[in-house]
């Protein structure tokens, strides 16, 4: 028998998706402002926080994702966010380098729990109803539903930065992940996944080990791992560096830092919500996420450069909103997507992870060479660089035959 509407698995994941995202979308507002003014960290320090938090994804994605495929997903979720909670609450209590490093290492253990996992929870529990048809819409509608929580937590915890302090909107942000982990621990059942009872070490083995075997003879799933690396080289130095950059083009003071980033945040999550909602509807056709794949990084590298060569804030504004805003919003969601239709169920999680870690090879390897480019030549040509990798990233899946037209998963 179907769950009642109220345990239905799509609204608890979207309804999850959105507090997900107004936590974690308002807590990067606040820890930014935290770590440029008060602690006051330079360009090459604020990658290297970011390099930290992806040298911890790229050791643990892999393997945290074989303990969803064998053990819970909902499990690994549950544990995602008691760590994440952790990190993000020992963030907002120091303005010393190597604490804040450590607390980004936290932060990217516990990212790789849920990473691939919620996808994977999802997708299988459809598959329990009978409601397989639905997954590609839900996940685009579950970005957008990111997108407009990230709205309204911008607005929260911007906020309360404003008005008690930076440092108790982070540490309010981790203790709310904390109690979203017990919500999920409560509500999420998993009724389409069978845990390995016995031979966990075997099991895990054998499903790492599929992942790797489809993720190597799928051209298709090869083609956005490599996209992906490339297009992720620069986004590290986009995501880390661009309050930096607001600030020298003279970031008002008045109302207060917060309220300016977190009104241009807003801003863009709001287009964002709308482009997805415009993705969500044309996600099904032959080939689509490759089209819309190219687009979203066309636009990131516009966006790159006007960014790059903004002659005051405003236009550094205008820059952030299109690559960040709008951009950023859909390109992760078509590639997992993408790959979403290529895996099959028992290594879904796996590949997914395998995702996730072509994510951080590109930001370990990127994002260290642009951070020393920017310490050294300066942003707007840091942000340069970073439109040329998106660029490589569109043009390689542009001129691929793979994706094309959609062939059955080899």
Same mark, same amino acid.
């Given at each position: 028998?179907?769950?009642?509407?109220?345990?239905?698995?799509?609204?608890?994941?979207?309804?999850?998706?959105?507090?997900?995202?107004?936590?974690?979308?308002?807590?990067?507002?606040?820890?930014?402002?935290?770590?440029?003014?008060?602690?006051?960290?330079?360009?090459?320090?604020?990658?290297?926080?970011?390099? #930290?938090?992806?040298?911890?994804?790229?050791?643990?994605?892999?393997?945290?994702?074989?303990?969803?495929?064998?053990?819970?997903?909902?499990?690994?979720?549950?544990?995602?966010?008691?760590?994440?909670?952790?990190?993000?609450?020992?963030?907002?209590?120091?303005?010393?380098?190597?604490?804040?490093?450590?607390?980004?290492?936290? $932060?990217?253990?516990? $990212?790789?729990?849920?990473?691939?996992?919620?996808?994977?929870?999802?997708?299988?529990?459809?598959?329990?109803?009978? /409601?397989?048809?639905?997954?590609?819409?839900?996940?685009?509608?579950?970005?957008?539903?990111?997108?407009?929580?990230?709205?309204?937590?911008?607005?929260?915890?911007?906020?309360?930065?404003?008005?008690?302090?930076?440092?108790?909107?982070?540490?309010?942000?981790?203790?709310?992940?904390?109690?979203?982990?017990?919500?999920?621990?409560?509500?999420?059942?998993?009724?389409?996944?069978? /845990?390995?009872?016995?031979?966990?070490?075997?099991?895990?083995?054998?499903?790492?080990?599929?992942?790797?075997?489809?993720? /190597?003879?799928?051209?298709?799933?090869?083609?956005?791992?490599?996209?992906?690396?490339? %297009?992720?080289?620069?986004?590290?130095?986009?995501?880390?560096?661009?309050?930096?950059?607001?600030?020298?083009?003279?970031?008002?003071?008045?109302?207060?830092?917060?309220?300016?980033?977190?009104?241009?945040?807003?801003?863009?999550?709001?287009?964002? #919500?709308?482009?997805?909602? $415009?993705?969500?509807?044309?996600?099904?056709?032959?080939?689509?996420?490759?089209?819309?794949?190219?687009?979203?990084?066309?636009?990131?590298?516009?966006?790159?450069?006007?960014?790059?060569?903004?002659?005051?804030?405003?236009?550094?504004?205008?820059?952030?909103?299109?690559?960040?805003?709008? #951009?950023?919003?859909?390109?992760?969601?078509? #590639?997992?997507?993408?790959?979403?239709?290529?895996?099959?169920?028992?290594?879904?999680?796996?590949?997914?992870?395998? %995702?996730?870690?072509?994510?951080?090879?590109?930001?370990?390897?990127?994002?260290?060479?642009?951070?020393?480019?920017?310490?050294?030549?300066?942003?707007?040509?840091?942000?340069?660089?970073?439109?040329?990798?998106?660029?490589?990233?569109?043009?390689?899946?542009?001129?691929?035959?793979?994706?094309?037209?959609?062939?059955?998963?080899?």
């Amino acid at each position: 028998m179907q769950p009642a509407k109220a345990q239905d698995p799509a609204a608890l994941y979207l309804r999850w998706s959105a507090v997900w995202s107004a936590i974690m979308r308002g807590y990067f507002v606040v820890v930014l402002i935290w770590w440029v003014v008060d602690a006051s960290l330079s360009p090459l320090e604020l990658v290297l926080l970011g390099t #930290a938090l992806e040298v911890s994804v790229l050791l643990f994605e892999v393997p945290t994702g074989v303990v969803a495929d064998t053990l819970s997903r909902k499990g690994s979720i549950v544990i995602s966010h008691f760590i994440m909670g952790g990190g993000i609450i020992m963030s907002g209590l120091t303005t010393s380098f190597v604490p804040l490093l450590i607390s980004q290492v936290l $932060w990217g253990l516990g $990212w790789t729990f849920s990473s691939g996992a919620d996808v994977a929870w999802i997708t299988d529990e459809l598959a329990f109803l009978g /409601r397989n048809s639905e997954v590609d819409r839900l996940l685009a509608a579950q970005a957008r539903w990111k997108q407009i929580g990230g709205t309204f937590g911008i607005i929260g915890f911007g906020l309360v930065g404003w008005l008690f302090g930076v440092n108790v909107a982070i540490v309010g942000a981790g203790a709310m992940f904390l109690l979203l982990g017990l919500a999920v621990w409560v509500r999420f059942k998993e009724h389409g996944f069978t /845990r390995a009872e016995s031979g966990h070490l075997q099991n895990s083995l054998a499903i790492f080990r599929a992942g790797v075997a489809l993720a /190597r003879r799928d051209r298709q799933i090869l083609l956005i791992l490599s996209a992906t690396m490339l %297009l992720n080289s620069g986004a590290e130095a986009i995501d880390r560096l661009f309050v930096r950059h607001l600030v020298d083009l003279g970031l008002p003071v008045r109302p207060d830092p917060v309220a300016w980033v977190a009104g241009i945040t807003v801003i863009g999550s709001l287009a964002g #919500a709308l482009a997805l909602r $415009w993705v969500e509807h044309r996600i099904g056709g032959e080939g689509a996420p490759r089209r819309l794949y190219v687009m979203s990084v066309g636009l990131a590298v516009v966006g790159s450069l006007v960014l790059a060569a903004a002659p005051d804030v405003f236009t550094g504004f205008a820059g952030t909103f299109l690559v960040r805003g709008v #951009a950023f919003a859909v390109i992760p969601v078509v #590639a997992a997507m993408w790959v979403n239709r290529r895996a099959t169920s028992e290594v879904r999680a796996t590949v997914q992870s395998f %995702l996730g870690q072509a994510e951080s090879v590109g930001e370990i390897s990127g994002g260290i060479v642009l951070g020393g480019l920017a310490q050294t030549a300066g942003l707007p040509l840091a942000f340069s660089a970073s439109a040329t990798l998106f660029f490589l990233s569109a043009w390689l899946v542009f001129r691929s035959p793979a994706g094309k037209v959609q062939s059955p998963a080899a």
